[in-house]
């Protein structure tokens, strides 16, 4: 079984900071791992995702995660936030499969002007 | 992209009744929809998973006669909340895959359900 802990609940952040935000997950066999973002009252939307290859996936909105297996560790980092960004994150893992994703409780990233 | 529809967005019943919520995919053959749950500020809770044509499988603890689901297409899946009770008001998500193995999930905008 997986299971995914994003260390941060909520994350306040100045407009054009850097920000990341934190993932960890479990696993006994191999993942896919994937970044989403929820704006209030909506679905979610896929940010970016690693299947395999490179350690560093870059995704949509200036959005990038570097996978790293030995940590354990899928972290979302972007070098300069907008106001625009502000939402909930969510870290998903799902087995290579791809028959269910669990997701973690999730990050709130609020970024002020 | 891919795009999942869902519909209603809002729906506000009274208790005893039942409510039902469509997630249709429109551009690829869904093989798989999931159904979460999501309470204020709280992460997703998988409820049920379905396949085209055949039973859904719930996870632990979710009434299966409560929430029934029907996967009868490659591009529609329905949440009938039966009997629903004011427990039942919260955020509902549907989401799709398509056949490949490693295919992301493609959310639906979420149903806000209001039992009153």
């Known amino acids: 079984a997986q299971s995914v802990t994003q260390l941060d609940s909520q994350v306040p952040v100045f407009e054009e900071a850097p920000v990341e935000l934190r993932c960890n997950y479990s696993?006994?066999?191999?993942?896919?791992l994937f970044w989403y973002v929820q704006y209030p009252n909506q679905g979610l939307q896929l940010l970016l995702k690693?299947?395999?290859?490179?350690?560093l996936v870059k995704g949509i909105n200036g959005f990038e995660a570097e996978f790293n297996k030995s940590q354990t560790s899928f972290h979302l980092r972007k070098p300069s936030v907008h106001i625009s960004d502000t939402a909930e994150y969510f870290c998903?893992?799902?087995?290579?499969?791809?028959?269910?994703?669990?997701f973690g409780a999730g990050t709130r990233l609020f970024v002020k002007a | 992209g891919a795009v999942v529809s869902q519909h209603p967005s809002r729906v506000i019943c009274k208790s005893g009744t039942s409510v039902k919520i469509e997630c249709r995919s429109l551009?690829?053959?869904?093989?798989?929809m999931f159904w979460y749950r999501q309470f204020p500020k709280k992460s997703l809770m998988l409820m049920a998973t379905?396949?085209?044509?055949?039973?859904?499988?719930?996870e632990q603890g979710v009434e299966k006669d409560k929430f029934l689901i029907n996967h009868a297409s490659l591009t529609l899946s329905t949440l009938t909340v039966t009997s629903a009770h004011p427990e039942d008001s919260s955020f509902y998500i549907c989401?799709?895959?398509?056949?490949?193995?490693?295919?992301?999930?493609?959310f639906g905008n979420g149903t806000r359900l209001t039992v009153t």
């Open positions: 998903a893992v799902s087995d290579t499969g791809g028959f269910k994703t669990i």
């Open positions: 690693y299947l395999s290859g490179s350690t």
């Open positions: 989401s799709a895959r398509g056949r490949a193995y490693n295919s992301p999930l493609h």
């Open positions: 379905s396949n085209e044509g055949s039973k859904a499988t719930y």
């Open positions: 551009d690829f053959q869904a093989t798989t």
């Open positions: 696993s006994s066999v191999s993942v896919y």
